[in-house]
């Protein structure tokens, strides 16, 4: 049971039948059961109403929704009267500050959420399941350690001198070994570790993915995860976790957005595997674009799949005999003729590999365990991997099928990948006019972009500066003028390329980012 020992939130009442918050709308409040009781339901008021369960104090629902800043998937009803404690953002970074142990108990019940939903996957013993969810290539070892599940990257800016909770480790250092008691999550913030057995590396953990023994309370270890190379952790146990959320808001932020990242996937990857594989997400929709294009801008070219060694042709455009009409800030090129974002991404038709042009011959991964965790996507999405007749369906997968490889087939600069793929996914989206698949993509940028420069600062090269300019415009599209004029004012200071300076003094004008006189 919770309760609050300050006064600086409102508690507000509600009467039994009153909706609290409805299926399909967006929120921004993350709303916490203080008395009473709460339905949720799918389908609430419908022929298809299903009620899913009862909350009472110290649930919380809306989570997703909040940290996603997605639409609500079920209806709230208050079932009896009750009252509920409905935080906004800046409410919640005040809820970290003076309520840790409130804040501690959301993280908790996060984290024992994701343990719900991981173990019965894991239980099932499958080696399909574990490669999917754990990155191993068998199914031997303990799988209840470590949840990789792809890599998720967001902005910690913590405290380093505070060693409670931060950690700053050298390579070769052992963290944990077999058999010894844990208790800590261990989230990478930078760098990379492995996970071992027997002195057999298993799996790798980069930035963005956690290491724990699954009850997080108590536990032994049955594996040794020990530091590649030079990396920062974040650590956290029910020692720290309250001092955490009171001194690092914003990074606690993080880490339960991180966790929410996380749900999102084992529910998606549950989903999979009732229901059939997917890659589009969940709001992605049938566009009726036609693609259109006059065959003398385009070529065929010869590639080299890195991963199974094949040898095949894949159509691409011909950029230098394009007219180049108009562009827009954040570099976007607009022809006459065709679209070359269709034609950018390249698939091998044997294996499935897939990537982004310039980028293609850089991947790798071993061909066996490869085609076991990529290849039932190709094959249910029936992937056409023929340019030649293609349609706007097949450019979409074959933008996340990329994205999908990036995390199986590239050891560095994955973030930088990422943020570009999701710009393209943005302009995608932008022709066809769904603004908020568009935004939402821009957003994704925003934060990988962001991640990108936090591993590794670009340098004076007219490369780098012109992809600090596309950051600055990125942050500036979701609103983040700080960093906006952060990227384009070092464009200013340190590009040795006259345009390029123009050019982002252009843009600090023309985003109000300077004084105009």
């Not at 261990?186 to 009850?215: D, E, H, M």
């Not at 600090?468 to 004012?489: E, H, P, R, S």
């Amino acid at each position: 049971m919770i309760k609050l020992k300050s006064k600086n939130f409102i508690i507000k009442q509600f009467s039994a039948g009153d909706v609290i918050a409805a299926e399909g709308n967006k929120t921004n409040s993350l709303c916490i059961v203080m008395d009473g009781s709460v339905g949720i339901y799918k389908n609430y008021d419908s022929a298809e109403e299903k009620k899913i369960k009862t909350m009472g104090n110290g649930n919380f629902f809306g989570e997703i929704a909040f940290f996603s800043e997605k639409k609500l998937i079920e209806t709230a009803v208050a079932e009896k009267n009750c009252s509920a404690l409905l935080l906004d953002r800046t409410d919640i970074y005040k809820l970290f500050m003076y309520e840790p142990e409130v804040s501690a108990h959301i993280f908790k019940t996060l984290f024992d959420t994701i343990l719900e939903l991981y173990t019965p996957l894991i239980k099932s013993n499958t080696k399909e399941v574990v490669s999917s969810l754990s990155g191993k290539k068998t199914h031997e070892s303990n799988p209840d350690l470590f949840f990789p599940l792809g890599g998720d990257f967001y902005s910690f800016n913590i405290n380093k001198t505070n060693e409670s909770y931060f950690k700053a480790y050298n390579p070769q250092t052992v963290i944990f070994k077999e058999e010894d008691e844990i208790n800590s999550i261990y989230i990478v913030l930078k760098g990379s570790t492995g996970i071992y057995q027997s002195r057999k590396k298993i799996a790798n953990i980069i930035q963005g993915n956690f290491v724990s023994k699954a009850n997080f309370l108590n536990g032994v270890a049955t594996e040794t995860f020990a530091v590649v190379k030079e990396t920062d952790m974040l650590v956290l146990s029910p020692d720290n976790i309250e001092k955490f959320f009171k001194n690092e808001p914003k990074s606690a932020f993080s880490v339960l957005k991180l966790f929410i990242n996380r749900i999102e996937q084992l529910n998606n990857f549950i989903d999979t595997l009732k229901y059939g594989r997917q890659i589009l997400p969940m709001n992605h929709k049938k566009y009726s674009i036609k693609i259109e294009t006059d065959e003398q801008f385009l070529q065929s070219k010869f590639y080299f799949c890195p991963v199974c060694q094949n040898s095949f042709k894949s159509l691409i455009v011909n950029t230098n005999q394009l007219l180049s009409v108009s562009s827009d800030d954040d570099s976007r090129l607009y022809y006459e003729g065709v679209e070359p974002l269709y034609y950018d991404v390249i698939s091998c038709p044997k294996c499935w590999y897939t990537a982004v042009k310039d980028n293609f011959d850089k991947g790798m991964a071993t061909l066996p365990y490869f085609q076991k965790t990529m290849g039932a996507y190709y094959k249910s999405m029936q992937y056409n991997t023929d340019k030649s007749a293609f349609d706007i369906d097949d450019v979409f997968l074959a933008y996340y099928f990329a994205m999908f490889c990036i995390s199986e087939c590239f050891n560095t600069g994955r973030s930088l990948l990422y943020a570009k793929i999701c710009l393209r996914l943005s302009w995608l989206y932008n022709i066809c006019g769904d603004e908020e698949q568009e935004k939402t993509y821009v957003k994704k940028a925003r934060e990988f972009f962001l991640a990108a420069f936090g591993e590794s600062a670009p340098d004076d090269s007219r490369q780098a500066m012109g992809l600090m300019i596309v950051m600055g415009v990125v942050c500036f599209k979701v609103g983040d003028k700080k960093n906006a004029k952060f990227f384009l004012t070092n464009v200013v200071l340190k590009s040795s390329v006259d345009e390029l300076k123009e050019k982002a003094k252009g843009l600090l004008k023309k985003f109000d980012l300077i004084p105009t006189n």
